[in-house]
C-alpha cells in the first residue's frame, strides 16, 4: 500500500486531540470545506489535507481569494492534490490567503484577513500569504495543508503560527494546476506539526521523484536522478554537521527576542556536537529588491488573462467592448497589492525601464545564487563541474576574508525579522513595510533552494519564532531530518 505512515503518530495525535473543538471558521482560515469528507476521513487511517485555494481541486472552488475568480471552478485537479490523493490524502477544503499570493500578512484577501489562533485580545496576523492553510493545520483541522511559496509565503505563515512550513527545491513538487504568481519562483510548500511528517510524504512515498510532464518546470527524470545522486539522504550525527550562521541576517531590525532565539538555537545545536560557523552572503541586501522587481514582473504577464473575457467576472458594463471590459472587469475585480504589483511590473518590463530594473534585478539573483552555492560544502547538481577561471579566483581571494569559510551544510537564521503583527496595526502599514518582511525569505527563493521554518518557543513566551534552515539544491531530504532536530 502506498499509504503514509507517520513516523511519529503519537505526537501528532496529541497535537491535534488538544485543539479538535475548535470550529473549523473561527480563523476565517477556510474559505470553503467539506465536513462530510473530513468526518469520513477521521474514522479511516487516510490523513486530511487544508488546499490553499490558488491550488486547483476537483469539487471545491479554486478562486484565489481574488474577486475577480469568484465564479471560478477549475475542471480539472492539480498534480500534487492528486498525488496525495493518490497516497491516502481526503482534501478537508481550500484555506484563505493573500489575493493570488501576493502579500505577507493573509490580509490581501476578498474573504477579509485570516487571524492568528495564537492571539489573546487583539488578532494578531497569522502570516501570508498561505496563512489559511498554515491555521489549518496549527488547530489540527488538517494533518498537512498545500501552500505555495514564491518568496516565503509557507514560511512566513508557519512561522508566526508555530507550525513547520517546508519550501522545496524549485521543479520538485509540480505546479501543475496550480495559479501561477511568478513562475520561475513558484513552489508547492507543506505545512504540518512536525517536520517528519512532511519527510514521509515527499520522500518515504517516493514523491520527491515523480517528474510531471504537465509541468514544464518540474525536473526531469533524468535530472531528479544525478541530483538524487549527488545529494545524500541522511543527515550524519551532528557532530559532522556544519551550521552557517549568516552574519548579514543579523539586521538592525531584528526583535532582541528573535536575536536571541536565534543564538539560543545555535548554542543548542553546538552542545550538541554540531559545528557553527560565521558565513557571509554580501548578496543578502539586494535580495530583497530583486526579488520586488521580479516577482511583479513575471506576475504582470501572468495575470493579464484575467480580462473578463477567457477568464475572471464582467463588470457592470460587462457588455462593453474592448478597453472598457478589460478594464472593467480588472479594475472592480483585483483588490489594491494586485493592481499596485500589476503596475510595477508592468512599469519595470516597459522599454525604458527594463534595462535599469529588470536586467539589474537578474543580475543580482544570479550574485544571490553565486553567494549560496559558495557557502555550501555540497555543489549544486543543476551545474556543470566549474571551470576555474584564474582572474575571478583572485577576485575571490580579495574577497575571501569578508566572506568567511565555506564549505556549510545548511544555513541557520530566523524566517521573520519580528513576531506576528497585530491585524489593526497593519492597515496603517504601508506596502513596502510588508515587502521588507519578506526580507529572509526571498534569498532561498530567487536561488531556487529548499528551505524550512521550524517553531521554536521561547521560555515564558505565548509567540513562538520561526527559525530557518536553508540547503543546497536537491538537499530536501537532509533540510526536513536536521529541521526535526530543532523541534
Ligand atoms: N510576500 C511575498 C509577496 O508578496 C511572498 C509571497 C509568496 O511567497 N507567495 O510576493
Given amino acids: 500500500s502506498n499509504r503514509i505512515l507517520f513516523r511519529n503518530p503519537t505526537s501528532l495525535r496529541r497535537s491535534f486531540a488538544s485543539s479538535r473543538a475548535v470550529r473549523l471558521s473561527a480563523c476565517n482560515h477556510f474559505v470553503s470545506h467539506d465536513d462530510t469528507i473530513a468526518n469520513k476521513a477521521n474514522k479511516n487511517t487516510n490523513f486530511r489535507v487544508a488546499v490553499k485555494d490558488n491550488i486547483a481541486t476537483a469539487g471545491l472552488p479554486t478562486q484565489c481569494a481574488s474577486g475577480i ?199 543548542s545545536l553546538e552542545s550538541q556536537g554540531a559545528r557553527i560557523v560565521p558565513v557571509s552572503l554580501p548578496s543578502t541586501k539586494e535580495a530583497l529588491c530583486a526579488y520586488y522587481v521580479l516577482a511583479p514582473a513575471e506576475a504582470s504577464s501572468n495575470l493579464a488573462k484575467y480580462d473578463g473575457v477567457r477568464y475572471g467576472v464582467r463588470g457592470a458594463n460587462g457588455d462593453a467592448a474592448g478597453d472598457t471590459l478589460y478594464s472593467e472587469a480588472r479594475g472592480s475585480g483585483f483588490g489594491e497589492e494586485v493592481k499596485r504589483r500589476i503596475l510595477l511590473g508592468t512599469y519595470s518590463l516597459s522599454s525604458e525601464a527594463i534595462d535599469n530594473y529588470f536586467i539589474q534585478a537578474q543580475k543580482v539573483r544570479r550574485r544571490v545564487q553565486q553567494d549560496f552555492d559558495r557557502v555550501f560544502g555540497l555543489e549544486n547538481p543543476l551545474y556543470e563541474p566549474r571551470q576555474f577561471d584564474l582572474s575571478e579566483m583572485s577576485a575571490d581571494l580579495e574577497l575571501a576574508d569578508k566572506r568567511g569559510p565555506v564549505q556549510v551544510d545548511f544555513l541557520l537564521c530566523p524566517t521573520a525579522p519580528s513576531f506576528p503583527p497585530k491585524l489593526k496595526d497593519l492597515e496603517s502599514k504601508s506596502s513596502v513595510d510588508a515587502y521588507t518582511n519578506d526580507v529572509f525569505t526571498v534569498p532561498a527563493s530567487l536561488a531556487g533552494l529548499p528551505a524550512v521554518s521550524v517553531p521554536v518557543w521561547p521560555e515564558q513566551s505565548r509567540l513562538p519564532v520561526g527559525m530557518q534552515l536553508i540547503a543546497q539544491y536537491w538537499d530536501d531530504q537532509r533540510l526536513l531530518s536536521m529541521a526535526s532536530k530543532l523541534q
Fill in 69 to 267: 475568480l469568484v465564479a471560478h471552478v477549475s475542471p480539472f485537479e492539480a498534480t500534487i492534490v492528486k498525488q496525495l490523493r493518490a497516497r491516502g490524502a481526503n482534501v478537508v477544503g481550500k484555506t484563505n490567503m493573500d489575493e493570488f499570493g501576493m502579500g505577507s500578512y493573509s490580509t490581501n484577501s476578498v474573504h477579509g484577513a485570516v487571524s492568528n489562533p495564537l492571539s489573546e485580545g487583539e488578532q494578531l496576523s497569522a502570516g501570508g500569504s498561505s496563512g489559511g492553510s498554515a491555521v489549518a493545520v496549527q488547530l489540527g483541522d488538517a494533518d498537512i495543508a498545500l501552500g505555495t511559496d514564491t518568496g516565503g509565503s509557507v514560511r512566513l505563515p508557519a512561522a508566526y503560527t508555530g507550525v513547520v512550513g517546508y519550501k522545496p527545491s524549485y521543479g520538485l513538487l509540480s505546479r501543475y494546476g496550480v495559479v501561477p504568481y511568478a513562475n520561475s519562483l513558484d513552489t508547492v510548500g507543506i505545512l504540518a506539526h512536525d517536520a517528519s511528517a512532511i519527510s514521509d510524504i515527499v520522500f518515504n512515498t517516493g514523491l520527491y521523484m515523480e517528474h510531471d510532464p504537465s509541468d514544464p518546470t518540474s525536473l526531469s527524470q533524468k535530472a531528479r536522478q544525478r541530483c538524487a545522486k549527488a545529494s545524500p539522504s541522511q543527515l550524519p550525527p551532528l557532530r559532522d554537521v556544519t551550521i552557517g550562521i549568516p552574519a548579514e541576517y543579523n539586521i538592525e531590525e531584528l526583535d532582541p527576542a528573535v536575536r536571541e532565539v536565534w543564538a539560543a538555537t545555535a548554542s
